[in-house]
Protein backbone atom coordinates (compact mmCIF):
# COMPACT_ATOMS: atom_id res chain seq x y z
CA UNK A 1 0.00 0.00 0.00
CA UNK A 2 1.19 3.57 -1.03
CA UNK A 3 2.30 5.17 2.36
CA UNK A 4 1.66 9.42 2.41
CA UNK A 5 3.48 11.49 5.36
CA UNK A 6 1.35 14.64 6.10
CA UNK A 7 2.96 17.47 8.48
CA UNK A 8 1.12 19.49 10.35
CA UNK A 9 -2.40 19.07 12.07
CA UNK A 10 -4.27 22.34 11.42
CA UNK A 11 -7.24 22.16 9.60
CA UNK A 12 -5.78 21.82 6.16
CA UNK A 13 -3.19 18.61 7.42
CA UNK A 14 -6.01 17.42 8.99
CA UNK A 15 -8.73 17.59 6.17
CA UNK A 16 -6.03 15.68 4.05
CA UNK A 17 -5.44 13.21 6.24
CA UNK A 18 -8.76 12.72 6.50
CA UNK A 19 -9.67 12.24 2.73
CA UNK A 20 -6.23 10.50 1.91
CA UNK A 21 -7.64 7.69 4.40
CA UNK A 22 -11.11 7.60 3.02
CA UNK A 23 -9.21 6.96 -0.27
CA UNK A 24 -7.43 3.46 1.39
CA UNK A 25 -4.09 5.32 1.39
CA UNK A 26 -1.75 4.89 4.52
CA UNK A 27 -1.39 8.03 5.97
CA UNK A 28 0.87 9.44 8.55
CA UNK A 29 0.33 12.75 10.20
CA UNK A 30 3.15 14.45 12.36
CA UNK A 31 2.54 17.50 13.99
CA UNK A 32 4.65 19.39 16.33
CA UNK A 33 2.60 20.88 19.10
CA UNK A 34 -1.33 19.63 19.63
CA UNK A 35 -3.91 19.79 16.56
CA UNK A 36 -5.00 23.19 15.88
CA UNK A 37 -1.95 25.19 17.45
CA UNK A 38 -1.67 27.11 14.38
CA UNK A 39 -3.87 29.73 12.67
CA UNK A 40 -6.79 27.41 13.26
CA UNK A 41 -7.14 27.82 16.59
CA UNK A 42 -6.49 31.46 16.29
CA UNK A 43 -9.13 32.91 13.55
CA UNK A 44 -12.59 33.95 14.35
CA UNK A 45 -14.70 30.54 13.21
CA UNK A 46 -16.47 32.80 10.91
CA UNK A 47 -18.34 29.96 8.21
CA UNK A 48 -17.87 32.73 5.16
CA UNK A 49 -21.39 32.95 3.21
CA UNK A 50 -18.57 33.74 0.54
CA UNK A 51 -20.00 37.62 0.78
CA UNK A 52 -17.08 39.10 2.10
CA UNK A 53 -15.38 38.35 -1.10
CA UNK A 54 -17.92 38.65 -3.48
CA UNK A 55 -16.48 42.28 -5.04
CA UNK A 56 -12.43 41.78 -4.81
CA UNK A 57 -12.25 37.79 -5.12
CA UNK A 58 -15.29 36.38 -6.90
CA UNK A 59 -13.98 33.16 -7.97
CA UNK A 60 -12.93 32.82 -3.77
CA UNK A 61 -16.21 33.68 -3.12
CA UNK A 62 -17.80 30.67 -4.77
CA UNK A 63 -15.93 28.60 -3.16
CA UNK A 64 -16.79 29.75 -0.14
CA UNK A 65 -20.38 30.14 -0.76
CA UNK A 66 -20.21 26.18 -2.01
CA UNK A 67 -18.53 24.82 0.81
CA UNK A 68 -20.23 26.60 3.49
CA UNK A 69 -23.29 24.41 2.30
CA UNK A 70 -21.00 21.96 1.96
CA UNK A 71 -19.88 21.91 5.72
CA UNK A 72 -23.54 22.97 7.29
CA UNK A 73 -24.17 19.74 6.06
CA UNK A 74 -21.39 17.30 6.99
CA UNK A 75 -20.66 19.60 10.14
CA UNK A 76 -23.32 19.88 11.92
CA UNK A 77 -22.55 19.32 15.14
CA UNK A 78 -19.72 22.38 14.96
CA UNK A 79 -21.67 24.80 13.28
CA UNK A 80 -24.22 27.64 14.67
CA UNK A 81 -25.84 28.49 11.36
CA UNK A 82 -26.23 32.78 13.08
CA UNK A 83 -26.36 33.88 9.26
CA UNK A 84 -24.85 37.74 9.04
CA UNK A 85 -25.64 41.41 8.35
CA UNK A 86 -23.69 43.71 6.64
CA UNK A 87 -24.12 47.03 8.03
CA UNK A 88 -23.70 50.82 6.25
CA UNK A 89 -23.20 53.30 8.79
CA UNK A 90 -22.36 55.84 6.00
CA UNK A 91 -23.61 57.01 2.72
CA UNK A 92 -20.11 55.82 1.09
CA UNK A 93 -21.21 52.69 2.84
CA UNK A 94 -24.29 52.48 1.51
CA UNK A 95 -23.46 52.99 -2.05
CA UNK A 96 -20.82 50.16 -1.90
CA UNK A 97 -23.74 47.61 -0.86
CA UNK A 98 -25.26 48.13 -4.35
CA UNK A 99 -21.75 46.65 -5.75
CA UNK A 100 -21.82 44.13 -2.88
CA UNK A 101 -25.84 42.82 -3.64
CA UNK A 102 -24.90 42.47 -7.48
CA UNK A 103 -21.48 40.25 -6.99
CA UNK A 104 -23.66 38.38 -4.82
CA UNK A 105 -26.47 38.12 -7.13
CA UNK A 106 -23.46 36.89 -9.96
CA UNK A 107 -21.77 34.56 -6.98
CA UNK A 108 -25.42 32.93 -6.47
CA UNK A 109 -24.58 34.02 -2.66
CA UNK A 110 -27.86 34.49 -1.02
CA UNK A 111 -28.13 38.15 -0.10
CA UNK A 112 -31.07 40.41 0.65
CA UNK A 113 -32.51 43.88 1.82
CA UNK A 114 -33.53 44.06 5.16
CA UNK A 115 -35.32 47.34 7.06
CA UNK A 116 -32.36 49.34 9.08
CA UNK A 117 -35.45 48.29 11.96
CA UNK A 118 -34.20 44.83 12.32
CA UNK A 119 -30.07 45.56 12.33
CA UNK A 120 -28.73 45.79 16.00
CA UNK A 121 -27.08 49.16 15.30
CA UNK A 122 -29.91 51.52 15.35
CA UNK A 123 -27.38 54.41 13.26
CA UNK A 124 -26.98 52.10 10.73
CA UNK A 125 -28.22 53.41 7.35
CA UNK A 126 -28.41 49.88 5.19
CA UNK A 127 -28.69 46.39 6.09
CA UNK A 128 -27.95 42.94 3.73
CA UNK A 129 -28.05 39.62 5.39
CA UNK A 130 -26.62 36.46 3.88
CA UNK A 131 -25.77 32.28 5.17
CA UNK A 132 -22.87 33.62 7.05
CA UNK A 133 -22.60 30.93 10.00
CA UNK A 134 -20.11 30.43 13.39
CA UNK A 135 -17.66 27.05 13.34
CA UNK A 136 -15.64 25.64 15.76
CA UNK A 137 -12.15 25.71 14.57
CA UNK A 138 -11.39 23.42 17.27
CA UNK A 139 -13.70 20.65 16.80
CA UNK A 140 -13.91 20.76 13.64
CA UNK A 141 -10.10 19.84 13.53
CA UNK A 142 -10.15 17.13 15.75
CA UNK A 143 -13.26 15.76 14.10
CA UNK A 144 -11.45 15.23 10.83
CA UNK A 145 -8.47 13.61 12.59
CA UNK A 146 -10.68 11.40 14.46
CA UNK A 147 -12.20 9.80 11.28
CA UNK A 148 -8.71 9.68 9.53
CA UNK A 149 -7.52 7.63 12.77
CA UNK A 150 -10.48 5.35 13.07
CA UNK A 151 -9.75 4.82 9.09
CA UNK A 152 -6.26 3.56 9.41
CA UNK A 153 -4.50 7.08 10.18
CA UNK A 154 -1.38 7.16 12.49
CA UNK A 155 -1.59 10.60 13.94
CA UNK A 156 1.39 11.63 16.20
CA UNK A 157 1.52 15.28 18.39
CA UNK A 158 4.15 16.31 19.75
CA UNK A 159 6.16 15.11 17.17
CA UNK A 160 7.86 17.94 15.06
CA UNK A 161 9.54 17.69 11.61
CA UNK A 162 12.98 19.21 11.02
CA UNK A 163 13.71 18.60 7.88
CA UNK A 164 12.46 17.03 4.58
CA UNK A 165 15.02 14.80 2.68
CA UNK A 166 14.97 12.11 -0.53
CA UNK A 167 11.40 10.75 0.45
CA UNK A 168 12.12 11.01 4.27
CA UNK A 169 11.58 13.40 6.97
CA UNK A 170 13.65 13.87 10.00
CA UNK A 171 12.01 14.53 13.45
CA UNK A 172 12.92 16.65 15.98
CA UNK A 173 13.87 13.31 18.21
CA UNK A 174 16.17 12.21 15.29
CA UNK A 175 13.85 9.75 14.33
CA UNK A 176 13.47 9.06 10.55
CA UNK A 177 10.10 8.09 8.69
CA UNK A 178 9.86 7.22 4.67
CA UNK A 179 6.93 8.13 2.92
CA UNK A 180 6.52 7.62 -0.97
CA UNK A 181 4.38 10.77 -0.82
CA UNK A 182 5.15 13.90 1.77
CA UNK A 183 2.83 16.47 1.90
CA UNK A 184 3.94 20.11 4.05
CA UNK A 185 0.76 21.68 5.14
CA UNK A 186 2.92 23.83 7.73
CA UNK A 187 1.07 27.21 7.17
CA UNK A 188 2.85 30.02 7.00
CA UNK A 189 6.48 27.94 8.14
CA UNK A 190 5.42 25.54 5.25
CA UNK A 191 9.21 27.64 3.69
CA UNK A 192 11.22 26.56 6.34
CA UNK A 193 10.74 22.98 5.61
CA UNK A 194 10.87 23.46 1.41
CA UNK A 195 13.26 26.03 1.62
CA UNK A 196 13.35 26.32 -2.62
CA UNK A 197 9.24 26.68 -2.70
CA UNK A 198 7.82 28.64 -5.78
CA UNK A 199 5.03 29.39 -3.40
CA UNK A 200 5.58 33.38 -1.92
CA UNK A 201 4.03 32.51 1.34
CA UNK A 202 4.01 35.77 3.44
CA UNK A 203 3.19 35.32 7.17
CA UNK A 204 0.70 37.62 8.01
CA UNK A 205 -0.21 38.89 11.75
CA UNK A 206 -4.52 39.14 12.50
CA UNK A 207 -5.55 39.79 16.75
CA UNK A 208 -8.85 39.43 17.55
CA UNK A 209 -10.35 40.52 20.82
CA UNK A 210 -12.15 38.31 22.94
CA UNK A 211 -16.12 39.77 24.74
CA UNK A 212 -16.71 39.01 28.51
CA UNK A 213 -20.14 37.90 27.04
CA UNK A 214 -21.41 37.06 23.83
CA UNK A 215 -22.70 40.64 22.23
CA UNK A 216 -24.71 39.51 19.38
CA UNK A 217 -25.97 36.39 18.14
CA UNK A 218 -25.64 37.17 14.25
CA UNK A 219 -22.34 37.45 12.40
CA UNK A 220 -22.11 41.58 11.81
CA UNK A 221 -19.84 42.58 8.83
CA UNK A 222 -19.03 46.44 8.00
CA UNK A 223 -20.39 47.47 4.40
CA UNK A 224 -17.10 48.24 2.66
CA UNK A 225 -14.25 46.11 0.96
CA UNK A 226 -12.36 44.05 3.57
CA UNK A 227 -10.61 46.01 6.16
CA UNK A 228 -9.37 46.32 9.90
CA UNK A 229 -12.24 45.81 12.33
CA UNK A 230 -14.75 45.40 10.36
CA UNK A 231 -16.42 41.85 12.00
CA UNK A 232 -17.55 40.48 15.16
CA UNK A 233 -18.25 36.64 15.10
CA UNK A 234 -20.38 35.01 17.88
CA UNK A 235 -18.46 31.89 19.50
CA UNK A 236 -20.22 30.41 22.05
CA UNK A 237 -20.53 32.34 24.71
CA UNK A 238 -18.52 35.18 23.75
CA UNK A 239 -18.15 37.31 20.34
CA UNK A 240 -14.43 37.41 18.74
CA UNK A 241 -13.70 41.38 17.29
CA UNK A 242 -11.68 41.12 14.19
CA UNK A 243 -9.27 41.69 12.81
CA UNK A 244 -6.41 43.14 11.58
CA UNK A 245 -3.47 42.28 8.62
CA UNK A 246 -0.33 43.29 9.05
CA UNK A 247 2.96 41.82 7.31
CA UNK A 248 4.49 39.74 10.97
CA UNK A 249 4.78 36.35 12.37
CA UNK A 250 4.22 37.69 15.84
CA UNK A 251 1.37 36.32 17.97
CA UNK A 252 1.43 38.89 20.45
CA UNK A 253 -1.52 41.20 20.34
CA UNK A 254 -0.15 44.91 20.74
CA UNK A 255 -1.92 47.32 22.29
CA UNK A 256 -2.50 49.60 19.39
CA UNK A 257 -4.26 46.62 17.70
CA UNK A 258 -6.69 47.01 20.50
CA UNK A 259 -7.63 50.36 20.10
CA UNK A 260 -8.42 50.36 16.81
CA UNK A 261 -10.47 47.31 16.87
CA UNK A 262 -12.64 48.57 19.53
CA UNK A 263 -12.75 52.16 17.94
CA UNK A 264 -14.26 49.78 14.74
CA UNK A 265 -16.20 47.54 16.76
CA UNK A 266 -17.96 50.17 18.33
CA UNK A 267 -18.95 51.85 15.38
CA UNK A 268 -20.06 48.79 13.89
CA UNK A 269 -21.95 47.71 17.39
CA UNK A 270 -22.30 51.02 19.34
CA UNK A 271 -24.23 48.71 22.39
CA UNK A 272 -20.70 47.37 22.80
CA UNK A 273 -18.92 50.24 24.46
CA UNK A 274 -18.49 50.10 28.13
CA UNK A 275 -18.17 46.48 27.13
CA UNK A 276 -15.35 44.28 28.94
CA UNK A 277 -12.49 42.64 26.59
CA UNK A 278 -11.35 39.78 28.20
CA UNK A 279 -8.53 39.07 26.31
CA UNK A 280 -6.73 39.52 22.53
CA UNK A 281 -5.02 36.78 20.68
CA UNK A 282 -3.39 36.47 16.98
CA UNK A 283 -3.02 34.28 14.62
CA UNK A 284 0.02 34.31 11.19
CA UNK A 285 -1.97 33.53 7.62
CA UNK A 286 0.17 32.37 5.56
CA UNK A 287 -0.85 34.92 2.43
CA UNK A 288 0.74 34.04 -0.97
CA UNK A 289 2.15 36.51 -3.41
CA UNK A 290 3.65 40.04 -3.62
CA UNK A 291 2.91 42.73 -1.76
CA UNK A 292 1.94 42.48 2.09
CA UNK A 293 -1.53 43.09 4.45
CA UNK A 294 -5.51 43.67 2.26
CA UNK A 295 -3.30 43.65 -0.80
CA UNK A 296 -2.55 40.10 -0.45
CA UNK A 297 -4.82 37.49 -1.91
CA UNK A 298 -6.91 35.58 0.61
CA UNK A 299 -6.39 32.35 -1.82
CA UNK A 300 -4.44 29.20 -1.84
CA UNK A 301 -1.74 27.28 -3.55
CA UNK A 302 -0.32 23.51 -4.20
CA UNK A 303 3.10 23.02 -5.19
CA UNK A 304 3.85 19.78 -6.33
CA UNK A 305 8.26 18.93 -6.39
CA UNK A 306 10.00 15.78 -6.42
CA UNK A 307 7.42 14.34 -4.12
CA UNK A 308 6.94 16.84 -1.78
CA UNK A 309 3.35 18.42 -2.32
CA UNK A 310 3.31 22.18 -0.33
CA UNK A 311 -0.08 23.67 0.07
CA UNK A 312 -0.43 27.32 1.86
CA UNK A 313 -2.73 29.81 2.00
CA UNK A 314 -6.89 29.54 1.82
CA UNK A 315 -9.25 29.50 4.69
CA UNK A 316 -11.26 27.64 7.13
CA UNK A 317 -14.37 27.62 5.18
CA UNK A 318 -12.13 26.47 2.16
CA UNK A 319 -10.17 23.44 3.76
CA UNK A 320 -12.21 20.57 2.65
CA UNK A 321 -11.64 21.86 -0.96
CA UNK A 322 -7.87 22.36 -0.36
CA UNK A 323 -7.72 19.05 1.20
CA UNK A 324 -9.30 17.33 -1.76
CA UNK A 325 -7.02 18.80 -4.32
CA UNK A 326 -4.13 17.96 -2.74
CA UNK A 327 -5.60 14.39 -2.09
CA UNK A 328 -5.90 14.38 -5.90
CA UNK A 329 -2.44 15.37 -6.84
CA UNK A 330 -0.99 13.47 -4.12
CA UNK A 331 -2.77 9.93 -5.90
CA UNK A 332 -1.33 11.42 -9.06
CA UNK A 333 2.12 11.23 -7.93
CA UNK A 334 1.44 7.46 -6.63
CA UNK A 335 -0.50 6.40 -9.41
CA UNK A 336 -3.49 5.44 -7.40
CA UNK A 337 -7.41 6.16 -8.13
CA UNK A 338 -9.85 6.64 -6.08
CA UNK A 339 -12.57 9.15 -5.11
CA UNK A 340 -13.00 11.79 -2.82
CA UNK A 341 -15.37 11.04 0.26
CA UNK A 342 -15.45 14.18 1.84
CA UNK A 343 -18.99 14.91 1.53
CA UNK A 344 -19.70 12.28 3.50
CA UNK A 345 -20.71 13.56 6.96
CA UNK A 346 -18.06 13.96 10.01
CA UNK A 347 -18.60 12.20 13.40
CA UNK A 348 -20.05 13.46 15.87
CA UNK A 349 -16.76 13.57 18.76
CA UNK A 350 -19.16 14.82 21.81
CA UNK A 351 -20.60 13.31 24.65
CA UNK A 352 -23.55 13.62 26.61
CA UNK A 353 -21.70 15.22 29.65
CA UNK A 354 -22.59 14.40 33.21
CA UNK A 355 -23.35 17.18 35.64
CA UNK A 356 -20.13 15.93 37.61
CA UNK A 357 -18.10 16.38 34.25
CA UNK A 358 -18.37 20.78 34.46
CA UNK A 359 -15.00 21.69 34.44
CA UNK A 360 -15.82 24.99 33.99
CA UNK A 361 -18.76 27.07 35.39
CA UNK A 362 -18.41 30.23 33.35
CA UNK A 363 -18.31 28.34 29.83
CA UNK A 364 -20.38 25.56 31.30
CA UNK A 365 -17.50 23.35 29.63
CA UNK A 366 -17.48 19.87 30.50
CA UNK A 367 -14.91 16.98 30.05
CA UNK A 368 -17.18 16.53 26.96
CA UNK A 369 -14.94 14.86 24.14
CA UNK A 370 -15.18 11.01 22.99
CA UNK A 371 -12.08 9.09 23.77
CA UNK A 372 -9.33 9.83 21.05
CA UNK A 373 -5.53 8.32 21.68
CA UNK A 374 -4.09 11.34 19.57
CA UNK A 375 -4.79 13.76 22.03
CA UNK A 376 -2.39 14.16 24.74
CA UNK A 377 -4.45 14.85 28.34
CA UNK A 378 -2.03 18.45 28.56
CA UNK A 379 -3.57 19.66 25.91
CA UNK A 380 -7.53 18.61 26.31
CA UNK A 381 -8.28 22.01 27.66
CA UNK A 382 -8.35 23.47 24.77
CA UNK A 383 -10.88 21.49 22.71
CA UNK A 384 -13.12 21.53 26.14
CA UNK A 385 -13.41 25.54 26.27
CA UNK A 386 -11.39 25.77 29.26
CA UNK A 387 -10.07 28.99 30.19
CA UNK A 388 -12.54 30.09 27.53
CA UNK A 389 -15.18 32.19 29.61
CA UNK A 390 -14.95 35.02 31.20
CA UNK A 391 -13.07 34.34 34.37
CA UNK A 392 -10.18 33.27 31.67
CA UNK A 393 -9.70 29.79 33.45
CA UNK A 394 -8.35 31.64 37.03
CA UNK A 395 -11.39 29.56 38.40
CA UNK A 396 -11.25 26.62 36.21
CA UNK A 397 -7.31 25.89 35.27
CA UNK A 398 -7.16 24.33 38.27
CA UNK A 399 -9.85 21.48 37.33
CA UNK A 400 -7.87 20.94 33.64
CA UNK A 401 -4.83 20.93 35.67
CA UNK A 402 -3.25 23.79 33.51
CA UNK A 403 -2.93 26.40 36.26
CA UNK A 404 0.27 27.63 34.98
CA UNK A 405 -0.16 27.45 31.37
CA UNK A 406 -3.05 28.85 31.21
CA UNK A 407 -1.91 31.80 33.53
CA UNK A 408 1.04 32.08 30.97
CA UNK A 409 -0.84 31.81 27.99
CA UNK A 410 -3.82 34.42 29.37
CA UNK A 411 -1.16 37.05 30.38
CA UNK A 412 0.24 37.56 26.96
CA UNK A 413 -3.52 38.22 25.70
CA UNK A 414 -4.50 40.38 28.72
CA UNK A 415 -2.02 42.96 28.50
CA UNK A 416 -2.90 44.72 25.48
CA UNK A 417 -6.32 44.98 26.59
CA UNK A 418 -5.65 46.88 30.31
CA UNK A 419 -5.42 50.45 30.93
CA UNK A 420 -1.59 51.44 32.88
CA UNK A 421 -3.13 51.99 36.60
CA UNK A 422 -5.08 48.31 35.57
CA UNK A 423 -2.19 46.79 34.15
CA UNK A 424 0.35 47.48 37.21
CA UNK A 425 -2.28 46.25 39.06
CA UNK A 426 -2.82 42.87 37.25
CA UNK A 427 0.70 42.52 36.66
CA UNK A 428 1.90 42.15 40.38
CA UNK A 429 -1.60 39.58 40.67
CA UNK A 430 -0.42 37.32 37.67
CA UNK A 431 3.34 37.71 39.27
CA UNK A 432 2.19 36.23 42.68
CA UNK A 433 0.11 33.54 41.69
CA UNK A 434 3.30 32.36 39.21
CA UNK A 435 5.58 32.85 41.67
CA UNK A 436 3.68 30.35 43.68
CA UNK A 437 2.94 27.90 40.72
CA UNK A 438 6.35 27.97 40.10
CA UNK A 439 7.21 30.27 37.31
CA UNK A 440 10.94 30.09 35.76
CA UNK A 441 10.24 33.69 34.45
C1 LIG B 1 -6.63 36.22 12.67
C2 LIG B 1 -7.17 35.22 11.66
C3 LIG B 1 -8.54 35.11 11.47
C4 LIG B 1 -9.03 34.20 10.54
N1 LIG B 1 -10.38 34.06 10.43
C5 LIG B 1 -10.89 33.14 9.59
C6 LIG B 1 -12.29 32.93 9.55
O1 LIG B 1 -13.05 33.52 10.33
N2 LIG B 1 -12.78 32.05 8.64
C7 LIG B 1 -11.96 31.36 7.79
O2 LIG B 1 -12.49 30.62 6.97
N3 LIG B 1 -10.61 31.50 7.84
C8 LIG B 1 -10.06 32.36 8.73
N4 LIG B 1 -8.71 32.51 8.83
C9 LIG B 1 -7.84 31.67 8.00
C10 LIG B 1 -7.66 30.27 8.60
O3 LIG B 1 -7.41 30.36 9.98
C11 LIG B 1 -6.49 29.56 7.95
O4 LIG B 1 -6.64 29.59 6.55
C12 LIG B 1 -6.40 28.09 8.34
O5 LIG B 1 -6.58 27.91 9.70
C13 LIG B 1 -5.04 27.55 7.91
O6 LIG B 1 -4.91 26.25 8.40
P1 LIG B 1 -3.56 25.42 8.13
O7 LIG B 1 -3.81 24.04 8.61
O8 LIG B 1 -3.16 25.58 6.71
O9 LIG B 1 -2.44 26.16 8.99
P2 LIG B 1 -2.22 26.11 10.58
O10 LIG B 1 -3.50 26.10 11.31
O11 LIG B 1 -1.26 27.19 10.89
O12 LIG B 1 -1.57 24.69 10.83
C14 LIG B 1 -0.21 24.39 10.62
C15 LIG B 1 0.18 23.32 11.63
O13 LIG B 1 1.48 22.83 11.31
C16 LIG B 1 2.20 22.63 12.51
N5 LIG B 1 3.64 22.68 12.19
C17 LIG B 1 4.35 23.77 11.76
N6 LIG B 1 5.63 23.42 11.53
C18 LIG B 1 5.73 22.09 11.81
C19 LIG B 1 6.80 21.15 11.77
N7 LIG B 1 8.03 21.51 11.38
N8 LIG B 1 6.57 19.86 12.14
C20 LIG B 1 5.31 19.47 12.53
N9 LIG B 1 4.26 20.33 12.59
C21 LIG B 1 4.47 21.62 12.23
C22 LIG B 1 1.75 23.77 13.42
O14 LIG B 1 1.98 23.46 14.78
C23 LIG B 1 0.26 23.87 13.06
O15 LIG B 1 -0.53 23.06 13.92
C24 LIG B 1 -8.16 33.39 9.76
C25 LIG B 1 -6.78 33.49 9.96
C26 LIG B 1 -6.29 34.38 10.93
C27 LIG B 1 -4.81 34.44 11.17
Redesign the pocket.
Known amino acids: MSRVIV???????AGIARDLSLRGVEVTL????A??????G???????SGARYAVSDPRAAIECAKENLILKKIAPYYVEDTGGLFLAINEDEAAYGDRLLDACRRASIPMEELSCEESPNKHAVRCLSTNDAAID?FLLTLANLYDARRNGAIIRTG????LIEDGRVRLDDGNKARADVIIN?????CSS?KKDTRLQVRPDK???LVTERRVCDVVLNRMRPPSDGDII?PSHTTSLI??TSAPSSSTVPAREEYRMLMREAVALLPSLKGTRIIRAF?????LIGSGEGRSLSRDYRLEADNGIIT?AG????T?RLIAEKAADMAMRLLGERGECRTREPLPNILRDAPARDILCNCEQAAGRLIEMDFLRPADLWKYNRIGFGACQGMRCAKNAGRERELLEERWKGVKPVLDDVQLRQSYLTWASYMSRLGSSK
Open positions: IGAGITGLERNPASGATRCHGLLHPAGVEATGHELGTIVGTSGVRPVGKLTY
